[in-house]
């Protein structure tokens, strides 16, 4: 990716090592980006587990093996064949000191055991995203890499859709009759299916622009086919946003203005959903503009996890040790919530689950991580070449990602590919930084 953030994909190799570099370069990439994105059992969903509203048990024996050697593999490519240059750029106090709260959250945790598994599980997800990233040598690499994984993806949903449909298309069961007939391919819920088919779309975009423009259209247009059928208004409202302020980000030169136009959606987004519910005017503002906006009973969920939070502010509940466990599921259903928290697998919120999990500093610390860090980077890479390309790439992932956590949760969720699209923003944009700046 050296190559890539220099604006040049001249790779200064010949002949056969030229080759093997370029075949190590986006080959394993595609490979490990299409593993997470479908997993190792895409068919797995059965019509039991739409009746209980049930995904698949976590502890999936496939899942687990496979990942495990997804990690293994990983490892073995960056040892030989990543470039110093490039894992340079993971050298950030930052994302270390988060590992140290991610490893806390594990001590907090009600099953510390179950909290460790998880926590490698979600390491490993991050190390398949730094991975794929750090091999690719030239643009046309990078494009293979994307355009091909995010294809195979698509046509696995697309397969399931139409031939297995008791995966592809939610039933009428469950603890959400109202999705039946709508998408979801071979992810667990339409929610999650709607938001990587958003991705994707960003994806094929970036495709067309950078030499397979058929390939990058009809990924992009089958993208946003399937985001229509799964009935995902809000995926339909913030990736336009998205799209575009990262563009307008791209091509304004003035450092004030690009800060403005990346800061104004996420922040402004922030402020009218958790934020509403933190400063009760402001919501009673927005239902005075749009009558009984809940945002589908999610303000109910913001405030019942809010009260949990603030019996446990410092230290949080620990990792994944609140939703789905007892203190939820052996409440009685409060009649003044449009949702049953009892069978709620999270708070339909990153931030205020990241608090809920390691607490308020420790989710400061994240927020850092997330959404700071990576707009220092983006107003570090040049406006020009292949630099610029990848960032406005990755800055339109991780605009969408951020918007999307707002009011969905997928913050360090090993299993989720909504998360290994915002990995692989936060990663990108590090990494096109830090070239830029060795190679300016």
Not at 30 to 45: E, T
Not at 189 to 208: P, Q
Not at 273 to 302: C, E, F, M
Not at 338 to 364: K, Y
């Amino acid at each position: 990716m050296n190559a890539l953030a220099a604006g040049s994909d001249a790779t200064g190799l010949t002949g056969a090592r030229l080759w093997q570099d370029a075949r190590i370069g986006w080959l394993p990439s595609m490979l490990i980006l299409a593993i997470v994105w479908i997993s190792f059992r895409p068919f797995a969903s059965s019509v039991a587990d739409q009746a209980t509203g049930n995904a698949p048990p976590s502890g999936d024996i496939v899942n687990q093996i496979g990942f495990g050697l997804i990690g293994l593999f990983c490892s073995w490519l960056v040892g030989k064949f990543a470039r110093k240059d490039v894992l340079a750029a993971f050298a950030r106090v930052t994302w270390f000191l988060v590992l140290g709260v991610l490893l806390l959250s594990i001590a907090t945790a009600d099953a510390p055991f179950s909290a460790f598994r998880a926590v490698m599980f979600s390491l490993i997800v991050v190390l398949a995203a730094a991975t794929a990233l750090t091999l690719p040598r030239t643009m046309n690499d990078m494009v293979k890499m994307l355009g091909f994984s995010a294809f195979l993806a698509v046509a696995f949903s697309y397969l399931a859709v139409f031939f297995v449909p008791e995966q592809g298309v939610h039933g009428g069961g469950g603890f959400e009759p109202q999705h039946a007939g709508l998408w979801r391919g071979v992810y667990d819920h339409k929610n999650i299916a709607s938001y990587v088919m958003g991705a994707f779309a960003m994806i094929g975009w970036f495709v067309a622009r950078n030499g397979r423009p058929f390939m990058g259209l009809m990924l992009a247009l089958l993208s946003i086919v399937f985001v229509i059928f799964a009935g995902s208004k809000t995926v339909l409202a913030i990736l336009p946003v998205a799209f575009v302020a990262a563009r307008v980000a791209r091509w304004t030169t003035f450092a004030p203005l690009r800060l403005v136009v990346i800061v104004l959606p996420v922040g402004l987004l922030a402020f009218a959903t958790l934020g509403a519910v933190l400063h009760p005017p402001v919501l009673k503002t927005l239902q005075s503009i749009v009558p009984n906006l809940t945002y589908t009973g999610r303000t109910d969920l913001w405030v019942f996890g809010l009260q949990y939070l603030a019996e446990v502010p410092w230290l949080g509940y620990g990792f994944e040790s609140f939703w789905g466990t007892a203190r939820v599921t052996a409440l009685e259903q409060p009649i003044e919530l449009a949702w049953d928290v009892r069978g709620i697998v999270h708070g339909h919120n990153s931030w205020l689950d990241s608090a809920i999990a390691f607490g308020l500093p420790g989710s400061i610390l994240v927020l850092f991580a997330l959404v700071i860090l990576p707009i220092r980077d983006f107003m570090r890479i040049p406006n020009s070449g292949n630099a610029s390309q990848l960032a406005t790439l990755f800055l339109g992932l991780w605009i969408f990602t951020v918007l999307g956590a707002n009011l969905e949760s997928f913050f360090f969720r090993r299993s989720d590919p909504v998360w290994f699209c915002m990995l692989l923003s936060v990663i990108g944009l590090r990494i096109t930084a830090h070239l830029s700046r060795r190679t300016a």
